[in-house]
């Protein structure tokens, strides 16, 4: 077994040329923006007639990221037609091989990992910290799962005897063909969490991308290519979502789904796949959250702020994890939003590429209306706008999608801003008397991803992960209340409406999500 390993930004910090690498991919990156990107099909480039979108930069919309293909369904269904064609050969291929390969998708990422970082600050409008965090967090990922094939020999088990004579084995095998569907908020991280989960345990894939983040995921498909993937065994397909989701729902070779998005868009991929199929088949999801953070009247208040600063507004509070709701125990209220708010106007506004920046910019124009409408319907409700509510305008910034990190105090628990996932800087905080209150406000929601507790009494700690119902619970985090999952460390699952398989990816069970079991018995003599 390979040892794994555990590189992050935190780890970097030991090359003292990191903002200098940074930098110069930057450079070396935006000189290749704007230019059209063909899809591939069975290794071939292809351009549609169908069309093309243009990608803008969330940082300044006059930066062209690129010109990508619109596919038609005639697309999709001639990539799944290669792909089932594909899936018997790599099936078979053995497990060893496909970790080899693998290995050096791992080693690939690793090299690139400055480039990629810079994809991701003007396509994505992560910080430069964000980017390079989440490439090595797929590298990690990816030695995981190899370790878990690895040491479960392919996942083939010796079993006992059904009766004298009888050799028995259980054995996990690939479904067939999967429609992997990526996020924009981390396409490179979760697009290869589904994409590759599903390539190195013996399915094929068609990969295709969110239209706001096409460029980091056909960076991850070349290295899938250049790693030794096959040509017919992975597809990358840039569409509409109708378009995609139209044909694999309703392909009777599609043999499994695994999606990354809202809630809402992930409910109804579902329910078409399950009517438009003639037998059940796998959907692997993760559809957002609504996450809490309750701070205790025995908290350490700074570590608290910290926390809840970091996850509500790092990447902009663009991600399914970020801590979107706190309730604070009503003797500490005062002192606690105090204290975030200080933490929080620490927290610079720009664009993500430069270091000193802490918040980028929102991905769009709706996600900017959004939360101008949020504010507004946080006032209207009675809310006090502690600190932030404006969009940011001046100067550069008019040409981005920019708000200041907000926190709100005083709207009812009730309200929708405690109720819906909104996926920007706002983060909306409440008082509670005790803690089994604090919890009944925290599990009155569909989501369930991630939540997180501050105090120091074991007690309340262990209280908080019985009754919490949520998949990923965290106390006393300063590092993010509830965000930053490790692969093999903390497995990243989502209950009720924010997942559906109960086994997280970086957990030792997400790989059998991609495979189903057959019993094999061999009478002998």
Excluded at 164 to 172: Q, T
Excluded at 240 to 261: K, L, Q, R
């Amino acid at each position: 077994m390979t040892q794994k390993r555990k590189m992050s930004y935190v780890t970097l910090q030991d090359d003292h040329s990191i903002d200098e690498k940074f930098e110069k991919a930057v450079q070396s990156v935006k000189k290749e923006f704007g230019k059209s990107h063909p899809f591939f099909i069975g290794g071939e480039e292809v351009y549609s007639s169908a069309d093309e979108f243009q990608v803008k930069s969330p940082v300044d919309t006059r930066i062209i990221i690129g010109s990508f293909q619109k596919a038609t369904r005639e697309h999709v269904r001639k990539a799944i037609e290669i792909a089932q064609g594909a899936f018997g050969a790599w099936a078979d291929t053995d497990y060893t091989e496909r970790v080899r390969i693998f290995r050096k998708v791992a080693s690939l990422l690793e090299e690139r990992i400055f480039s990629l970082a810079a994809i991701l600050a003007y396509e994505a409008g992560k910080r430069s910290n964000e980017g390079i965090g989440e490439v090595s967090e797929t590298i990690a990922f990816i030695h995981y799962y190899c370790d878990l094939l690895e040491s479960n020999h392919g996942y083939s088990t010796p079993m006992g005897q059904g009766a004298p004579s009888e050799r028995c084995v259980s054995v996990m095998r690939p479904y067939g063909v999967w429609a992997v569907i990526s996020p924009f908020n981390a396409p490179i991280v979760l697009g290869n969490n589904m994409a590759g989960g599903a390539l190195m345990t013996g399915n094929t894939v068609i990969l295709k991308p969110t239209s706001e983040g096409p460029l980091a995921s056909l960076a991850l498909y070349k290295i899938y290519r250049e790693a030794g993937v096959p040509a017919n065994v992975v597809h990358y397909i840039t569409a509409s979502g109708d378009t995609i989701g139209d044909e694999i729902t309703a392909n009777p070779n599609i043999a499994g789904i695994a999606f990354t998005g809202s809630k809402a868009v992930g409910l109804a991929l579902y329910r078409n796949f399950v009517q438009k199929q003639a037998w059940p088949k796998p959907f692997v999801s993760e559809t957002g959250s609504k996450n809490p953070c309750i701070v205790a009247e025995d908290a350490d208040l700074d570590k608290a702020a910290l926390g809840v600063a970091r996850s509500a507004f790092g990447y902009t509070g663009q991600k399914c994890s970020a801590t979107s709701r706190v309730y604070v125990h009503e003797s500490v209220e005062g002192q606690f939003v105090q204290k975030l708010v200080e933490k929080t106007r620490e927290m610079k506004v720009g664009n993500p590429a430069d270091k000193s920046v802490v918040v980028g910019p929102l991905i769009n124009r709706r996600a900017l209306d959004n939360f101008v409408k949020y504010v507004e319907m946080a006032k209207a409700a009675g809310g006090k706008v502690e600190t932030g509510g404006q969009t940011i305008t001046a100067g550069d910034f008019q040409f981005g999608y920019f708000a200041e990190p907000t926190v709100i105090t005083g709207i009812p628990h009730a309200h929708q801003l405690f109720i819906d996932e909104l996926f920007v800087p706002l983060v909306v905080v409440s008082k509670y008397s005790d803690l089994a209150e604090a919890l009944t406000r925290a599990n009155k929601t569909e989501y369930g991803l991630t939540a997180g507790i501050f105090t120091r009494d074991t007690k309340k700690i262990d209280a908080f992960f019985k009754d919490i119902q949520f998949g990923v619970c965290y106390a006393n985090r300063s590092g993010g209340a509830t965000t930053g999952a490790w692969p093999g460390a903390q497995p990243f699952v989502g209950w009720k409406g924010s997942g559906c398989t109960g086994k997280g990816a970086g957990g030792p069970y997400y790989l059998l999500t991609f495979l189903r079991e057959q019993a094999q018995t061999l009478v002998e003599g």
